[in-house]
Every structure is written in C-alpha cells, then in structure tokens.
C-alpha cells in the first residue's frame, strides 16, 4: 500500500518559496498549507499545478468558542473542496465554553464538511484533543463522521507527561483521519523538534499501526525546528531533505 506523504510549507521556515523547486526534488508532490485568501486561490492553484504539487490538506484559522464558528469555517471549507483537498486541518480550543456547546458546532461544522466532501481533523492541543484520552472524549461527544483527529506524534509529548506517541495513537486510532509527522525528545513544553528520525518517537511502530487499519494518509511532514534557533537556506532545505529521506528508509512511503 502507497501511502500519502505531504509536507508543511511552514516546515520551510523563513524560505517557504523553496517548496515549489526543492519538494518535487526529494520525491514529495502534495502539501498542507493555509487556506489562501480569496485573491490568491487562482495564483496559487496554478503555481502548484506548474510544480506537479497538489494539496492534501488546508489549514483553517476558526475560535470554536464563538457562536459565529460555523460560518467562519464555511469558505474555508469551500476553499477546500476546490483545491480537492480531503482534510481541513485546524486547532480546536474550547477554553471555557461547555462542552455540549462545543460539541453542537463542530457537528455543524462536520455537516458542511459533509457537503463538500471533506473531513474536518483536529489537532492535537488542549483542550478539546489534548491527548488520547481527551480526544477519544471529544469524537465520541460530537459523533460526526466528519469530525475526526488529526494525529501529532509530537505534540502528544509536548503537552503531556508520561506518556508515548504510540500509546496514546492507539487510544485514538479508529478516528484519525490524518497525520502530522513531527519528532520529539520528550520533553514536556520544550519546543524543540529535530529531523525525523532524531528523536524517540517510534515512527515505524506509527506507520505499522496505521497500516493495519488501513490508513494510508495523508501523513503530512510538519517540521518546526528548535525554538530560537534560526536556519540558513541551506541547512532548512537539509532538515526537510533528511526527514523525508528518513521516511523512505523505513519505508514509510509504501510500495
């Protein structure tokens, strides 16, 4: 089985332009990105298209907290649907809003997704899909087949203790609908993300597990460096060029 692999454009960095030459070099050809603004989707559909990048998954910006979260979403949605992007990805924080609140949007939400035929992913993040056991709470209390988790395998280390990527994946895994690929040295609330493969996340256990359930992407590349660190051009692109050549070496890109 094939699997999808993408690549963040912020996983670039300051360099983001490099994308269109260096990811179809590496052998990677879809991306996640934000949703563009309404003057750009024209430009930027036919400069991916010119590159042979597609896009696998938007980045919506939505406060799930505000009554207007549903109409917010919408265009986003919409943008999704026309890019042929399966997964709008975005953040999900309920602060102090009640659950059953939360829980009526996002179904909302899921029904426009529906529409349009795509799967709204959450990240994981406080305090909607803050782990395993948080997130595996919050699909069940919204009950959407268009509401679904989107998997960070190190931000499950960056906001909890004691726990592990595969731990909490198989709390979650019937409701993953996509994935981001981030290394971790486990270290509560340390932003510091190496290339893949140069850390303690076991990304082979990751992909066998999501194989066996017939999960095949997309996986997406979400590479954020070190805090207070800052890359040159150079040593940015070999960041990205390790992770994904890291990814083929354990045959994550399937057959």
């Known amino acids: 089985m094939s699997n999808l692999i993408a690549c963040r454009f912020a996983s670039y960095g ?38 042979g990048l597609t896009v696998s ?18 265009p986003q949605l919409e943008a999704c649907a026309e890019f042929g992007a399966k997964i709008c990805f975005f953040s999900a924080k ?28 959450l990240e994981i993040v406080p305090n909607l899909i803050t782990n395993g056991t948080v997130a595996l709470q919050t699909m069940i209390g919204v009950n959407h087949p268009n509401i679904r988790v989107n998997f960070d395998t190190a931000n499950v280390y960056y906001f909890n203790q004691g726990v592990t990527a595969v731990g909490e994946l198989s709390k979650i895994i019937d409701y993953v609908a996509s994935v981001h690929l981030k290394e971790s040295l486990g270290e509560y609330k340390v932003f510091d993300f190496p290339a893949l493969g140069k850390g303690l996340v076991d990304f082979p256990a990751v992909f066998k597990m999501l194989t066996e359930r017939g999960f095949a992407g997309p996986y997406t590349m979400e590479l954020e460096g070190t805090e207070g660190v800052e890359m040159g051009e150079a040593e940015q692109l070999k960041y990205v060029a390790d992770s994904a050549a890291y990814l ?8």
């Open 14 to 51: 300051k360099y983001q332009d490099s994308i269109y030459s260096h990811l179809p070099e590496i052998g990677i050809h879809h991306v996640e990105m934000h949703v563009p603004a309404d003057d750009e989707l024209a430009d930027v559909k036919q400069r991916l298209s010119d590159c």
């Open 57 to 74: 998954s938007l980045q919506s910006i939505c406060d799930i907290q505000q009554p207007d979260a549903t109409e917010v979403m919408r």
């Open 94 to 121: 309920g602060g102090d809003v009640e659950l059953p609140i939360i829980y009526d949007r996002l179904r909302a939400i899921g029904d426009i997704a529906g529409e349009l035929g795509v799967t709204v992913s």
């Open 248 to 255: 083929r070496s354990i045959g994550a890109f399937g057959t």
